[in-house]
């Protein structure tokens, strides 16, 4: 774990808020010159701290208007390797993320369609045909708003 101070941590709030922003930037709403801005997101990425970006897409805008996260619970869990259920869900494109979790489900899966025809689609053809695929419960995305999290 890094030491981070106040600075770092206003530094990681302007790159949550715009990732794309140049050193140069954040340095002069910081106060800081750019080769010091740059050099503190330098030893921010190399400790790991930042682990890259992201592009945000909007799902909407292209096409797929619905999104559903799917709690499944494997049927068989001594028989079906947890490797083989991720590698055969991680292959749906529709599958945006996958994440083993702890409680009544083992995987939570955030899925988007084109609209609900097209998710049952997904579900039936795709999501039920995986290994070891028990009890499966879906939760219709209404709206999101999105939080960069904790910084300090």
Known sequence: MIDLDATDRLILRAL???ATQPASAI????GLSQPATWRRIKRLQDSGVIQGQRLDL??????????????????TKGRVSLDDFERAVCAI?????VEHILGLYDYRLRVVARDIADFERVLRRRVMMLPGVGDVE???LLSEERRPGPIG
């Open 16 to 18: 949550s808020e715009d």
């Open 27 to 30: 340095g002069r709403s910081l």
């Open 58 to 75: 909007d799902h909407e805008q292209l096409g797929f208007g619905v999104t559903v996260f799917l709690g499944v619970k494997l049927a």
């Open 93 to 97: 494109p529709e599958v945006q993320t």
């Open 138 to 140: 879906a939760n219709v």
